[in-house]
């Protein structure tokens, strides 16, 4: 079955940096656009960033464009989220998403499998 795990986040103060990490498996990986979402407490999912399958199209929530980047490794089955100039507002869980198109997709719907999430808090 479809596995994600997720690793990189933690504690960074204002103005640092996190690189996120997901390693998938059981997915012809390059085939298929990959995400990443956040989820802060109290309030809905909210997507992130996107990158299609081959990697060559990205796309960008408004909040962070500037200040992550994603990229994937289609031989080693990975995406990251190179998150820079971090915000307060940045602290969520961040969760790795497998898209069911391969073409860069911002909507949640368009996702079939996401994974366990990991944490990113932005505190002074």
């Known amino acids: 079955q479809v596995q994600l795990v997720e690793s990189g986040g933690g504690l960074v103060q204002p103005g640092g940096s996190l690189r996120l990490s997901c390693a998938a498996s059981g997915v012809t990986f390059g085939s298929y656009a990959m995400g990443w979402f956040r989820q802060a407490p109290g309030k809905e999912r909210e997507f992130v960033a996107t990158?299609?399958?081959?990697?060559?199209?990205?796309s960008y929530a408004r909040f962070v464009m500037g200040r992550f980047t994603i990229s994937r490794d289609n031989a080693k089955n990975t995406v990251q989220l190179q998150m820079n100039a971090l915000k307060l507002e940045d602290t969520a869980v961040y969760y790795c998403?497998?898209?069911?198109?391969?073409?860069?997709?911002?909507?949640?719907?368009?996702?079939?499998?996401w994974g366990q999430g990991t944490q990113v808090t932005v505190s002074s």
């Open positions: 990158i299609s399958g081959s990697g060559f199209s990205t």
């Open positions: 998403e497998v898209a069911n198109i391969a073409n860069a997709a911002i909507e949640e719907q368009e996702y079939a499998y």
